[in-house]
């Protein structure tokens, strides 16, 4: 199945401990079915200075989602929807909106 879910869209977390918050796509891995969402899941590391001038410390960062805990969000429906494919008359895809039926 291809991902419909692209870098720079804003999803809505539908499961887990961030049920419900809506972020920026940073980055998607298609392979293992993951997704990192900008402000969401965030994650402590604790890191080791490796060359001289970089801090170590505790650093806090974005973990990688399951895609199926992410929906598209649409800004007009103000919730997360569905996506479809409509194929335009000059053979062009586009994604729509489940709820709206409007482009994204």
């Not at 969401?40 to 890191?47: A, D, G, I, L, S």
């Not at 929906?71 to 489940?98: C, F, N, P």
């Amino acid at each position: 199945m291809a991902i419909r879910i692209r870098r720079g869209d804003t999803v809505q977390v539908i499961a887990g401990d961030d049920k419900g918050k809506v972020g920026k796509v940073l980055s998607v891995d298609p392979v293992k079915g993951r997704v990192i969402v900008e402000n969401v899941n965030f994650v402590k590391r604790h890191t080791k200075a490796r060359r001289q001038g970089m801090k170590s410390g505790i650093i806090e960062k974005e973990a990688a989602l399951r895609l199926s805990n992410v929906m598209l969000y649409d800004s007009r429906a103000q919730r997360g929807t569905r996506v479809g494919i409509r194929v335009l008359a000059d053979g062009r895809r586009e994604r729509v909106s489940k709820q709206t039926g409007e482009t994204i």
